[in-house]
């Protein structure tokens, strides 16, 4: 039997003398489920998020990803981690500017040190894959939303991560380039990415989702299977 993309055990996190923004959370994603966190705000979703990627400890809890205790990490473990596991797109893109479109999508693979021609190699195929190959020598500002984030998704994807993390991935975007990112997610989701995704989004939690939770108050009140299972 395979073993969990991400199992959160008994998980909260504290802040000084509040209330917790995490309480007691169990979690279990597999591979190749698409998985969508909702909730208000407050509720613990950019918590979750950032314990997930090594960003933020819990107070009490294991947090293991691809079979690493990522709670463990120190601050280099847990740099080397981001690099080689996860994969992060996040609601503004966080691209650089002054780097063209190829050398954004490259900088995850010279920061884990892959070859030089083994990189070019990959990002030339993921950027052909993602439709966006004749814009390898653009600078980001020149695009629009839905292509910029179209970039961000290659640069995640470089290093072939057990995990994409999609932080609001279509909050900054109009209609159009949103359900651009809804097509896209959904098909990475097909060709069997495992995906986390904090949304206020509801299309695209019912779009790309299998399964939907949802926390209040740092509780996972609900965890449900959605249509997108029998897609």
């Given at each position: 039997?395979?073993?969990?993309?991400?199992?959160i055990?008994?998980t909260?996190?504290?802040?000084?003398?509040?209330?917790?923004?995490?309480?007691?959370?169990?979690?279990?994603?597999w591979p190749?489920?698409?998985?969508?966190?909702?909730?208000?705000?407050?509720s613990?979703?950019?918590?979750?998020?950032?314990?997930?990627?090594?960003?933020?400890?819990?107070?009490?809890?294991?947090?293991?990803?691809?079979?690493?205790?990522?709670?463990?990490?120190?601050?280099?473990?847990?740099?080397?981690?981001?690099?080689?596991?996860?994969?992060?797109?996040?609601?503004?893109?966080?691209?650089?500017?002054?780097?063209?479109?190829?050398?954004?999508?490259?900088?995850?693979?010279?920061?884990?040190?892959?070859?030089?021609?083994e990189?070019r190699?990959?990002?030339?195929?993921?950027?052909?894959?993602?439709?966006?190959?004749?814009?390898?020598?653009?600078?980001?500002g020149?695009?629009?939303?839905?292509?910029?984030?179209?970039?961000?998704?290659?640069?995640?994807?470089?290093?072939?991560?057990?995990?994409?993390?999609?932080?609001?991935?279509?909050?900054?975007?109009?209609?159009?380039?949103?359900?651009?990112?809804?097509?896209?997610?959904?098909?990475?989701?097909?060709?069997?990415?495992?995906?986390?995704?904090?949304?206020?989004?509801?299309?695209?939690?019912?779009?790309?989702?299998?399964?939907?939770i949802?926390?209040?108050?740092?509780?996972?009140?609900?965890d449900?299977?959605?249509?997108?299972?029998?897609?």
């Amino acid at each position: 039997m395979p073993q969990p993309v991400i199992d959160i055990r008994g998980t909260s996190r504290t802040y000084g003398e509040g209330p917790p923004a995490l309480a007691d959370v169990n979690l279990t994603v597999w591979p190749g489920e698409s998985v969508a966190v909702l909730g208000p705000s407050g509720s613990g979703k950019s918590t979750l998020l950032n314990l997930i990627a090594g960003l933020d400890r819990p107070s009490a809890g294991s947090v293991t990803v691809d079979g690493l205790r990522v709670d463990r990490l120190g601050e280099a473990g847990s740099a080397k981690y981001r690099r080689a596991r996860i994969g992060m797109v996040f609601q503004f893109f966080n691209l650089l500017d002054d780097l063209t479109v190829t050398d954004n999508v490259l900088l995850p693979a010279r920061l884990a040190g892959v070859p030089r021609a083994e990189a070019r190699r990959r990002a030339a195929e993921l950027l052909a894959h993602l439709g966006i190959d004749r814009h390898t020598a653009a600078y980001p500002g020149t695009l629009s939303g839905g292509e910029r984030q179209r970039v961000a998704v290659a640069r995640a994807l470089m290093n072939r991560p057990a995990l994409l993390l999609a932080d609001e991935p279509t909050g900054a975007l109009d209609t159009a380039s949103g359900d651009d990112v809804r097509e896209l997610l959904t098909g990475l989701n097909a060709d069997g990415q495992t995906i986390l995704l904090v949304t206020h989004d509801l299309r695209l939690a019912e779009a790309c989702a299998s399964r939907t939770i949802e926390l209040v108050d740092g509780r996972i009140v609900r965890d449900t299977a959605t249509a997108a299972v029998a897609r």
